[in-house]
Every structure is written in C-alpha cells, then in structure tokens.
C-alpha cells in the first residue's frame, strides 16, 4: 500500500500524484493520512485504484471520480462525490450539503447523515444514506436513485424528473411535483441490490418509493404556482 502524508507533503501533490494513476499501475492501493480537513482531497481520479483517507475532509472530496473507489473514515465537507462519473465513494461519518450532486454514475454511501441538498440534480448517480437527509434533497433530480435508509426533510424531490427516490422513514413534505408512487417488484429488486452494495441490512420492503407526478414537464397556466 502506497501512503501520502497531506500534513507533510502537500494537498496539490497528492492530487496531481493520484490523477497521475493509470489502468495499468500496480500502485492500487492508496492510504491518505493527515487530510486535516483539507478540501478536493482525490479529484479528478480516473483509474480503478483504492484510496482510503483517514480522517475529515472539506469540501468538494472525490469530485468528479471516475473508476476508483473512495473511503473516507471521517465526515465530508460540502459537494462530496460532485459531478461523480463512476466508482464509488463511502463517507463513514456525516456529509455536509448537496453531497452527490450532479453526478452521472457511480455509487455513493453515506454511513451518518446528509445535509440538505443531497442529490441535487442528480443525473444518474446512486446515492444510499444510512441515516437522514435534510431539507430541498433530489431537487431537479434527472436519474439514478435516492436511498434514504431515515427521514428526509421539507421539500422532497422538489421539481424532480426521473430519479427515483426511496426513503424508509418519514418525509417531512414532499416538494413540487412529487409524489408517492407504487412500489412495484423491478423497485424492490433495484433498492434490494442497492442497499446490499451499501452495506445496509435495511428490508427493501420498509421503504416507500416517491417519483414525479409529470405536471411540470410543459406549461401549463393551471400548474403556474407551482413552477
């Protein structure tokens, strides 16, 4: 395992060093000590290598990761796993706001709580929360799936378009346009598989699903208080 002290060696160095890895590198295996709460620790990563990074970070972590996997034993920061292409990133602790947003692919799981924002628009990613999420999370939410293994706070879904969201616990409110939507055997098979990537022993059985209801795609003057 090849280890890189941020303390001691400096936060560009270690990104322009990870970045640097590629497909065929037997360097696989990555151990970041002494983030310090450094932000965009990992950016910017496209090849299939293993980085655990011992301790919190701040704000953008693991943005726009592609193939590798991301743990970080600590809470996050702000936009962690933004604009996320593929791979997957675990947080052991908390995340801070729109952790996952934008993010076309990939796996991110969050072992405590997100913040508000979580999976804002959202364009593919999946997202498993361990815990609660907080207020405005899925708005304009494209694709992928939102699982949310607590509760979720005031404006669910918000303007969402095709992602899906499960949540196990309750909803505060859901937002414009958003509603609870049958659960049907393809949901519980997709949440099933997520929740066991995640590491979740949550039952895809408790959870409710909630989608767009459609109203907003075009104009209408009936919908115009809700746009």
């Not at 990992?42 to 953008?60: E, M, R």
């Not at 943005?63 to 600590?74: C, D, L, S, Y």
């Not at 609660?132 to 979720?152: E, K, P, R």
């Not at 949901?187 to 907003?216: I, K, M, N, V």
Request: glycine share 14%; net charge negative.
């Amino acid at each position: 395992m090849q280890s890189y002290d941020v303390a001691a060696d400096g936060l560009r160095g270690l990104n322009a060093t990870l970045q640097a890895q590629k497909q065929e590198t037997n360097q696989t295996r990555w151990e970041v000590v002494n983030p310090k709460g450094s932000h965009a620790i990992a950016v910017g990563l496209d090849a299939p290598i293993d980085v655990t990074v011992k301790g919190s970070t701040g704000y953008y972590c693991a943005g726009m990761n592609k193939q590798a996997t991301i743990r970080v034993e600590g809470s996050v920061g702000p936009g962690v796993a933004e604009n996320m292409m593929s791979g997957t990133v675990i947080v052991d602790g908390d995340a801070s706001q729109y952790a996952g947003a934008t993010g076309h692919g990939g796996l991110l799981v969050i072992r405590g709580n997100a913040s508000s924002r979580c999976g804002i628009s959202m364009k593919g990613i999946d997202i498993v929360v361990h815990g609660n999420i907080g207020h405005m999370s899925a708005f304009m939410a494209q694709a992928g799936n939102l699982v949310v293994c607590g509760d979720a706070g005031d404006a669910l879904g918000d303007s969402l378009y095709e992602a899906k969201l499960f949540v196990r616990g309750s909803v505060k409110s859901l937002g414009a346009d958003c509603i609870e939507k049958e659960m049907r055997p393809e949901h519980l098979e997709t949440l099933g598989d997520l929740l066991s990537r995640a590491g979740s022993d949550a039952r895809a059985e408790d959870f409710r699903r909630y989608g767009s209801a459609r109203e907003l795609y075009n104009f209408d003057i009936d919908n115009a208080a809700a746009y």
